[in-house]
C-alpha cells in the first residue's frame, strides 16, 4: 500500500515538473531571452499543499434520533491540485489528490473481573485516506499581488486504512492488537498465558459493533488568500454525505464524518 501511494505521488510530481515547463511564456525585449511567466500563469499552475485537519463522527440511532459524537482525530494532510480556468482570472474547476493522516490517542486502565489484575490500555484509532477534490473556486483579486479565493464542491474519499491499535504490558510480557474497521479482522501478537488481550477485547466490548465502509463523498467550502502569485492559504470545512455503516448496522445507525483543514500551500 505504501509503494503504491508513493508511485501516485511520485507520478503527480512528474506531472507538476512537466505542467510548470510548458506554462505559456512571454517573450522578452529584442536580445534578451524572454522566457518569463505571466503572473496568472504561475499562480494557475501546480500546487503543492500542506496543512492540519481533524475529523469527528456523528452516529445517528435511527430508531430513537439520539445522537452522539465520537472520535476527535487530529492529523495532517498533503497534496497536489490544479486549476483549470472557465472565466479567465475570475473562475476555475480545481482537481488534484489529497493524502490524509489522522488518530486519535487513547490511553484506558481496565480493571479485569474476578482477578486482582488491571490493564492499562495505550493506543490509537489510526486513519489513512485519499481524496480528490472536484471544486469551483472563484478568485477575486484585491491587489496586484493579493486575492481572495472562494472554493466549494464536493470531495470523492476513498479510506486506505482504520484500524484500532492498542497495547498493554502484563508484567514482563507486551501483548498488541490491530483491529480493521473495514474488515473486521484481529492481528494479535505477544500476551501470557494468563491472559488474552484479543480474547478479552472481545468479550468486553473493545470492538466496535459495526463495519465501516472505504468510500464517502464530502461536500465543502473554504476561503483562502494568495499573495504574490505564489503563496496562498485556506481554511475549510467538509461534511460527509454518506454513511459509514455498513451490512446490517447501517439499518440501526448512520454515522457521518465532518472534517476542518487549515492548509498552505504554493504553486510553481
Known amino acids: 500500500m505504501k509503494l503504491r501511494f508513493l508511485t501516485i505521488i511520485t507520478a503527480l510530481l512528474a506531472i507538476a515538473s512537466l505542467d510548470a515547463y510548458?506554462?505559456?511564456?512571454?517573450?522578452?525585449?529584442p536580445g534578451r531571452p524572454g522566457h518569463v511567466h505571466s503572473s496568472a500563469d504561475a499562480f494557475r499552475g501546480i500546487g503543492i499543499t500542506f496543512g492540519y485537519v481533524n475529523s469527528n463522527y456523528r452516529t445517528l440511532d435511527l430508531a430513537t434520533d439520539e445522537a452522539t459524537t465520537s472520535g476527535l482525530l487530529h492529523g495532517f494532510t498533503l497534496g497536489l491540485t490544479k486549476d483549470f480556468s472557465l472565466l479567465p482570472h475570475a473562475l476555475y474547476f480545481q482537481t488534484g489528490l489529497n493524502y490524509y493522516y489522522q488518530n486519535d490517542p487513547r490511553n484506558e486502565n481496565y480493571k479485569i473481573p474476578l482477578?486482582?489484575?488491571?490493564?492499562?490500555?495505550?493506543g490509537d484509532w489510526e486513519e489513512h485516506h485519499l481524496g480528490i477534490p472536484l471544486r469551483l473556486k472563484y478568485d477575486l483579486h484585491?491587489?496586484?499581488?493579493?486575492?481572495?479565493?472562494f472554493d466549494a464542491g464536493p470531495t470523492l474519499l476513498m479510506g486506505l486504512?482504520?484500524?484500532y491499535k492498542y497495547k498493554t504490558k502484563l508484567e514482563d510480557h507486551v501483548a498488541s492488537v490491530d483491529y480493521n474497521l473495514y474488515n473486521g479482522k484481529v492481528k494479535a501478537s505477544g500476551g501470557s498465558s494468563d491472559f488474552d488481550l484479543e480474547d478479552w477485547m472481545e468479550n468486553t466490548g473493545m470492538y466496535p459493533e459495526g463495519r465501516l465502509g472505504r468510500f464517502d463523498v464530502m461536500l465543502g467550502a473554504s476561503v483562502g488568500a494568495h499573495f504574490f502569485h505564489v503563496l496562498e492559504v485556506r481554511i475549510g470545512y467538509d461534511w460527509g454525505l454518506l454513511n459509514r455503516y455498513r451490512k446490517d448496522i447501517a439499518d440501526l445507525y448512520s454515522m457521518?464524518?465532518?472534517?476542518f483543514t487549515l492548509s498552505a500551500g504554493i504553486r510553481f
Do not use: I
Open 22 to 29: 510548458a506554462q505559456p511564456m512571454r517573450p522578452g525585449r
Open 115 to 122: 482477578t486482582d489484575m488491571s490493564v492499562r490500555l495505550v
Open 256 to 259: 457521518h464524518r465532518g472534517q
Open 161 to 163: 486504512s482504520s484500524k
Open 142 to 149: 484585491l491587489l496586484d499581488r493579493v486575492g481572495l479565493t
